[in-house]
């Protein structure tokens, strides 16, 4: 009960429980709207959407639409980002903001950007239409069950005790610098890559540890693509890991008999697929390897057309 889970892990069970408290507590949006200085106390919510995609701006922490008594048809949403301790990203709020600014021009009518973390939180909250921290939220939470809610807000309150130990991650220049020369490469190697793939904006600042870069790829939504620089000191190999939004026993079906070369297939997550491929490991120690992301750029594009063959164009039925 009192296990610390990984950063990762605890980020993902505090979108989990958001999303079981918009959806499943009618009052919770009021009481959260009005943490936020946003009065809609009819507030009902019309869908939760857990890491929504951002179009081409990359995937959000979780989207609440949801209707009021207002006079209009569409309706209104609230953009989420949750963070513990990690440093602030590279235009995040911006991302969300032009993201609200496209759908409210069409679909909805307004949405608020909203971060939540602990209290003692610092990063970007400026950036952002409104802030709400755990503390606040732990306060709001309502359940008939009294062991139920004490269950919830400990939940909250681990996350708290970690970011009040840990602080927000500590930025580690070679890192900036190595990831700052490989999105120069990409940059430069883009004008051949780009209607196939896109990576992910490069941030401000990066702690020693973060060693992923994201990729997209246009017009699919049910997958991406990551690159670790590097896994372990023993294995001294980096991966690509290219993650499908699929359950691995359909993924397995349609790629049966012709999988993608050296790689492997692991469940990810609940409800997703990753294909790993090894390549050679890049250090910030060392900094950046041409030749590793020539490797690296390869691959994915290869792995891109061997998906939209054997996955997209595949119809399968599972029994």
């Known amino acids: 009960m009192n296990t610390i889970l990984r950063k990762l892990a605890q980020e993902v069970e505090i979108d989990h429980l958001l999303s079981e408290e918009f959806a499943c507590d009618p009052g919770f949006l009021p009481r959260f709207l009005a943490a936020c200085d946003i009065p809609a106390p009819t507030a009902e919510v019309i869908d939760v959407v857990p890491e929504p995609v951002l179009g081409g701006l990359g995937y959000g922490d979780l989207l609440v639409l949801y209707k009021t008594s207002d006079d209009t048809s569409r309706p209104s949403s609230i953009l989420i980002e949750n963070k513990i301790n990690s440093a602030p990203g590279n235009r995040q709020a911006a991302r969300y903001q032009e993201y609200a600014n496209i759908q409210t021009a069409s679909n909805w009518h307004y949405c608020r950007i909203i971060l939540v973390a602990p209290q003692n939180y610092i990063g970007e909250r400026s950036e952002f239409d409104a802030f709400i921290s755990y503390e606040s939220i732990m306060r709001i939470m309502e359940n008939a069950s009294e062991s139920r809610l004490l269950y919830r807000r400990a939940i909250l309150q681990r996350a708290i005790i970690k970011q009040s130990t840990s602080g927000v991650g500590i930025p580690d220049q070679d890192m900036l610098q190595l990831r700052r020369d490989y999105h120069s490469f990409f940059d430069i190697r883009g004008i051949y890559y780009a209607n196939k793939f896109n990576i992910e904006r490069l941030k401000g600042a990066y702690a020693a540890g973060e060693s992923w ?54 469940t990810y997550g609940n409800y997703e697929t990753k294909i790993c491929v090894d390549v050679p490991e890049m250090r910030q120690k060392d900094g950046f390897n041409q030749a590793v992301a020539e490797i690296v750029f390869s691959h994915i594009d290869r792995m891109i057309s061997w998906y939209k063959e054997m996955i997209i164009n595949t119809p399968v039925r599972l029994e």
């Not at 980096?238 to 492997?264: A, C, H, M, Q, W």
């Open 213 to 266: 870069n994201y990729f997209y790829i246009p017009g699919i939504e049910d997958a991406y693509i990551r690159h670790r620089l590097w896994t372990t000191i023993a294995d001294k190999v980096g991966k690509i890991d290219f993650i499908i939004r699929r359950p691995i026993e359909e993924v397995t079906l349609l790629i049966s008999g012709n999988p993608y070369p050296s790689s492997t297939l692991e």
